[in-house]
Structure formats: C-alpha cells, structure tokens
C-alpha cells in the first residue's frame, strides 16, 4: 500500500479554475512497470486543450487528469523490470496525469537523467523536442536547407531551431522581439511576426526558403509558408490543421499508437537527452510553479508568451 499523493485534476470543461488539487492513491507497479517520486513535471499548451470548452467535450472522461512528461526518482519496482532500480532518476514521456507527486509509469517510456540537467529543464525536454524532431524529419530537413520557424521562442519552436541548426540548415525564426537575442544565441536570425511578414523574411534570407515549420497554426504562418516555399511537402503544421489539408501541407500529430509519426518521435528520445547532457540542446524553463499553482501556470501557457518551459513542482 503506497502513501496518496497531490494530484491535479479537472473536474469539468472551462478555463483553469475546473482545476483542484486532490489526495490520490498512485497504486504500485504492476509487471514492467514503476512508481516514480516526481520532482517535475513540464506543462504543455495540450493539458489546457484537452479540458477547454469545445464541441467534443465528453463529461465521461472527467475527472481528467493531466500531465504527459514528468522527471523523477524510481521509488519502487514492479516485476519484470529490466533496466530500473529504486533511487534512479529518470525522465519520463509519454505518461498519462503526470501533475502529481507520485505515478506508477512504464518502464519503457522511461531514460535516464543525466546529473547536467536539472529536474525542471529534464521534465520538459521530450515532448517538445520528439516534437521537433518530426517536423524536421517529415519536412527532410538538412544541410543547405533554409529553414523558416514559426514560433521559434516557444518550446516546440526552440527545438526546431536548435535542432535544425544542428541538421546544418541555416534557420529564420518568427517571435516576439523581446526574444530575439535568445534566438540569435541559439543560432537563428530572428524577426517579428505580423504585417510585412513575407518581405521581412524574404530580405532576411536573400535566397529561397526550402522550409517552413509552423509551431503558431495562424492564418499568417500558413499563408506566409506557402508563399515563401515552393514544395508544399516541405511545410509542416504542428497547430494549424483546420486548414493544412486545403492548403497541402503536413499536419503533424503525435497519439499514442504506432504510425510512423509516433514512430519518429519515440525513437527520437535517446537521441534528445544525449544532446541535452552534453548541452547541445538547451531547455530554457521560464517558470515553476508548486502543483497548487498550476491555474496560474496554465494562465500564463494560455497567453502564449512564456518564452520557455513552464514546469510544476509537486
Ligand atoms: N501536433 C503536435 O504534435 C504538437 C506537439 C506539441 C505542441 N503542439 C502545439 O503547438 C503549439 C505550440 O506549442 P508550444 O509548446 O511551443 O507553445 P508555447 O511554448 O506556448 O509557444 C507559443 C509560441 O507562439 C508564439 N506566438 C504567440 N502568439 C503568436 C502570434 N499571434 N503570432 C505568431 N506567433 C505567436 C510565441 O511567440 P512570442 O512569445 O515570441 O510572441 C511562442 O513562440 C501549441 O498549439 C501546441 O498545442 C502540437
């Protein structure tokens, strides 16, 4: 019998206060499974959309627990564990109701933690950069290539960026201005979004852009992308899919199961936290929050400009 533990739920469809904190049992692992004391667990803009009000609201999946990446301490072990021991520190993704103290995961969506990343910037490393490691992927990002981000401040966007520099592609990167030194120090020529986009990045890049990868779904990203690259193949959404078939771009997305998108993204794991721990790749973390704080952390995601990872701490 394990302790219960605070655990965030969403006791109906709205804004952040459908939030509450509750005591909640984590149960023990089963075979292949472990019970993990969670030290972080990343936000991401999806756990505010799975509870937002919407036409397919569906009252028989609340409560909803929410959370899909965490990083923590192996507490426990259930049977035929193969690789985990108590007192290893981990990070996990893709976990169902990570905001909580302690959850039962399988071993299989675990790695290790390397010591140079601390527990804030490891929660939200793997959702975010399996992410981007698609749409480079399915966009056949390389060197030569000339790569336009949408959103590059953000954390899908600050792994395109970073990743597809490491790809040996030159990146443009649309934000805000107050993140544009950022994304000079990450390897990308910045500029801001809105009216003059098109001429902005067309000056910027003084030759044709091969790529564009939009992490924003605006009707500005879209039509901008389409404009600026001739191979529609070669423009991906990751927001915008209400218009991306119309247009003939990809719409990339990430569920569970086994297409070859998911595939992509799986794999890309080792990969991620090899390049974190050898501080190649860089997880900016713009705040964390205590669990009981996680209505203003969702606040703060919903407005769109946290210029980083925000991460609740149970
Ligand atoms: N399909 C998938 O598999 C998948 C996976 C992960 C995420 N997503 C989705 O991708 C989106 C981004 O996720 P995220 O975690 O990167 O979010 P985030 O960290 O909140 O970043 C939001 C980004 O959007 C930019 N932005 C905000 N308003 C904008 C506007 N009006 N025009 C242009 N850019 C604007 C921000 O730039 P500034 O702050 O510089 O203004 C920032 O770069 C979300 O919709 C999320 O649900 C999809």
Request: charged share 20%; proline share 7%; aromatic share 4%.
């Amino acid at each position: 019998m394990t302790d219960t533990s605070p655990t965030v739920i969403a006791v109906g469809y709205g804004g952040p206060d459908v939030l509450r904190v509750i005591e909640i049992d984590p149960g023990d692992p089963g075979p292949g499974e472990v019970l993990l004391d969670i030290r972080a667990a990343a936000v991401n803009p999806i756990d505010w959309k799975l509870y937002a009000p919407s036409p397919h609201a569906d009252p028989t999946r609340l409560p909803m627990r929410l959370g899909f990446e965490v990083a923590g301490v192996v507490a426990a072990v259930g049977p035929s564990v193969r690789w985990l021991s108590p007192g290893d520190e981990v990070i996990a993704w893709r976990v169902r109701g990570g905001y909580t103290g302690r959850l039962v995961v399988p071993e299989q969506v675990t790695v290790r933690k390397p010591a140079s990343l601390d527990w804030a910037a490891a929660s939200g490393l793997l959702l975010t950069g399996a992410t981007a490691v698609h749409t480079l992927t399915a966009t056949r990002t390389g060197t030569g290539d000339v790569v336009l981000v949408h959103g590059g401040s953000g954390g899908v966007g600050r792994m395109v960026v970073q990743l597809a520099a490491l790809r040996g592609a030159r990146v443009i990167a649309t934000a805000s201005p107050a993140s544009h030194d950022d994304l000079r120090a990450l390897g990308a020529e910045p500029v801001a979004y809105g009216t003059g986009l098109v001429e902005r990045v067309r000056e910027a890049a003084g030759a044709p852009v091969t790529v564009a990868i939009d992490t924003v779904g605006s009707d500005e990203a879209l039509d901008s992308s389409v404009e600026l690259v001739a191979d529609r193949t070669r423009i991906a959404t990751i927001a915008g899919f209400a218009r991306a078939a119309g247009l003939g771009v990809l719409a990339l997305g990430g569920g569970p199961g086994a297409d070859p998108g998911t595939q992509v993204r799986e794999a890309a794991r080792a990969q991620l936290v090899e390049l974190a721990a050898d501080q190649a790749l860089d997880v900016a973390v713009a705040g964390v929050y205590p669990l009981d704080q996680v209505a203003l952390a969702h606040e703060v995601s919903r407005a769109g400009h946290a210029r980083g990872k925000l991460v609740l701490t149970p």
